[in-house]
């Protein structure tokens, strides 16, 4: 449920695409924004603009994710960008996020496959 959270809607050429990732344990602040600006670029190459990335914590999880769910909808935002597809799960297991999104969205996921993500350095697996 979204709150009196302002959300700002940017003028832009290019359609808004939202932004997703977990913040795996012990991931830096630099980390978190090294991460952001990968998922701004790649929106950018693929004719996005990158509006909020819904960052998850591990102790408030699934909240990030939900409200991104809800902005995307009340909002007819077209994409979401994660760093890896491990940020969402896989698609087949009905309970992983992923499958949620694609049930409870229109919108597309883009992932951005960033080196150096926390799933890509530690080889984690996608998970539900």
Same mark, same amino acid.
């Given at each position: 449920? #979204?709150?009196?959270?302002?959300?700002?809607?940017?003028?832009?050429?290019?359609? +808004?695409?939202?932004?997703? #990732?977990?913040?795996?344990? +012990? #991931?830096?602040?630099?980390?978190?924004?090294?991460?952001?600006?990968? +998922?701004?670029?790649?929106?950018?190459?693929?004719?996005?603009?990158?509006?909020?990335?819904?960052?998850?914590?591990?102790?408030?999880?699934?909240?990030?994710?939900?409200? #991104?769910?809800?902005?995307?909808?009340?909002?007819?935002?077209?994409?979401?960008?994660? /760093?890896?597809?491990?940020?969402?799960?896989?698609?087949?297991? /009905?309970?992983?996020?992923?499958?949620?999104?694609?049930?409870?969205?229109?919108?597309?996921?883009?992932?951005?496959?960033?080196?150096?993500?926390?799933?890509?350095?530690?080889?984690?697996?996608?998970?539900?």
């Amino acid at each position: 449920m #979204m709150d009196d959270r302002r959300v700002d809607v940017i003028q832009s050429a290019y359609p +808004l695409a939202l932004g997703y #990732m977990r913040r795996y344990p +012990l #991931m830096r602040v630099d980390e978190v924004a090294r991460t952001q600006e990968g +998922l701004a670029s790649y929106a950018r190459r693929n004719g996005f603009t990158l509006g909020t990335v819904h960052v998850e914590d591990l102790l408030t999880d699934p909240q990030a994710f939900l409200e #991104m769910v809800a902005a995307i909808n009340l909002f007819e935002i077209p994409a979401v960008v994660i /760093p890896t597809a491990a940020h969402l799960g896989n698609p087949v297991v /009905p309970e992983s996020k992923r499958a949620y999104f694609d049930r409870e969205t229109k919108a597309r996921v883009l992932v951005a496959d960033l080196p150096g993500s926390p799933a890509t350095r530690t080889g984690m697996s996608e998970v539900p």
